[in-house]
């Protein structure tokens, strides 16, 4: 290595090192490496070039700004080079681990990465057998959720209720009430996961004053699930609130029922229904007598202005 310029780089001067691109070229006896790093806290890029010779490797380490290979001492080329080579082991698998897609995938990459006696990857293993079994658990579930499939209503009186609900309801934070309630299903399949509970969700529909257009200024979004399984209502009620889920600004509240206690989301919503009528019915009347007091008073306002008129015109 020429030695040119003072040698005021060293191997612990470059951080935060990622791998960004690589290029084998087998033929041509060469291997190049991009990086993303700092060095001595600034950003920069590494391009750093493996070539292959008949009496062993040599390679070369530049940087975009400042060239590093004039102001760093072989002995810590060398200790640079131990660097990226762990940089490199690590970001091949991280990108393999990302792009898995089945359990089967998992199992081969597992035999892989047991099998690899690279003294580099050995350094990063422990990394990539976690990334490993969270994409493992990640898919498991995706498959899970999959299979659950999204929930079908087969109820006609539910269907009814739902198309209703469709027509009458007032868009939160510019969605309707489908798309409300498929968010709200994520939702509680999603706790339902991270927290090993036995159910699964067999429907989903808004209830309350807000499926018919009748709620208030404050409020909340009321939702009810029926759930299959063996949880206690009381626990699936206390998971699905302990978190303040709202949408826009709007608080949902979510009702929990299974078959075997409150019953089914058809005889749920049957219930529901007979509510909301006799509500509206109620909200109707008021309606109507705001408006006879508002008839009576532009009526009487209207009677005072003409005797006024009647009074000045005799004067």
Not at 37 to 60: A, F, P, T
Not at 251 to 280: F, H, W
Request: overall charge negative; proline content about 1%; glycine content about 6%.
């Amino acid at each position: 290595m020429e030695e040119r310029r003072e040698k005021d780089i060293v191997a612990d001067d470059i951080t935060d090192i990622t791998l960004i691109q690589v290029g084998y070229y087998w033929n041509s006896g060469y291997n190049e490496f991009d990086f993303t790093c700092k060095i001595k806290g600034e950003d920069d890029v590494l391009h750093m070039r493996e070539q292959r010779h008949d009496d062993g490797n040599s390679l070369v380490i530049r940087s975009e700004k400042d060239d590093i290979w004039e102001r760093i001492s072989t002995k810590e080329a060398f200790k640079l080079d131990d660097k990226l080579q762990e940089v490199i082991q690590y970001g091949n698998y991280h990108k393999k681990i990302e792009g898995l897609t089945t359990v089967d995938d998992c199992k081969d990459l597992e035999f892989e990465l047991m099998e690899n006696d690279n003294v580099y990857l050995n350094r990063v293993l422990g990394k990539l057998w976690t990334e490993l079994e969270a994409k493992e658990t990640e898919i498991i579930n995706d498959q899970e959720y999959e299979k659950a499939g999204p929930v079908v209503y087969s109820s006609r009186a539910v269907m009814e209720f739902k198309a209703k609900t469709e027509e009458c309801f007032r868009p939160i934070d510019g969605r309707g009430a489908v798309e409300i309630e498929e968010m709200v299903e994520e939702y509680v399949k999603s706790k339902l996961m991270e927290n090993g509970f036995d159910a699964s969700v067999q429907g989903v529909a808004i209830s309350g004053s807000r499926c018919r257009g009748l709620e208030g200024s404050h409020s909340d979004l009321d939702v009810v699930v029926e759930l299959s399984g063996n949880e206690r209502e009381d626990d699936l009620f206390n998971l699905l609130h302990e978190d303040d889920f709202s949408i826009g600004r709007v608080k949902v509240d979510i009702n929990p029922i299974t078959k075997n206690k409150t019953g089914t989301l058809e005889e749920y919503l049957s219930g529901v229904e007979k509510y909301l009528e006799e509500k509206g019915q109620k909200v109707s009347v008021r309606e109507k007598l705001k408006e006879k007091k508002a008839a009576v008073k532009s009526q009487k306002v209207k009677s005072e202005k003409e005797g006024k008129k009647k009074t000045e015109s005799l004067r």
